[in-house]
């Protein structure tokens, strides 16, 4: 169960990739140069209270060094990586390797 659980947010993930690897793709092809939007720019598009109330979370209850260096890195990079990696890490995690045929297990 949990298995599918993760495989299921992998998918999530990676169709919240290909969704932003498009838009990206569209502004792209609209400026006639590369654009790469960085995840803090979407996610401040989409919904800017959760973006300041996952901020002040962190800077309270964690460590406000923790925001400045790793997760300020993390939004910085462009939107569909940051996904297409959580979606390769989920995917990892919930993956169920196949029996080989023939291979049996002495008694």
Do not use: H
Not at 13 to 23: E, K
């Amino acid at each position: 169960m949990l298995r599918f659980l993760f495989r299921l947010a992998a998918m999530v993930a990676l169709a919240v990739s290909v969704i932003m690897a498009v838009l990206d793709a569209t502004r792209t092809v609209a400026a006639s140069q590369l654009v790469m939007t960085p995840l803090k720019t979407s996610w401040n598009a989409v919904s800017p209270q959760t973006l300041g109330a996952a901020e002040a979370y962190v800077r309270e209850k964690v460590q406000p060094v923790l925001w400045d260096t790793a997760v300020n890195w993390v939004l910085n990079q462009p939107g569909f990586a940051v996904f297409a990696v959580l979606a390769f890490l989920l995917y990892a995690i919930g993956y169920k390797p196949r029996r080989r045929a023939g291979r049996q297990a002495a008694a």
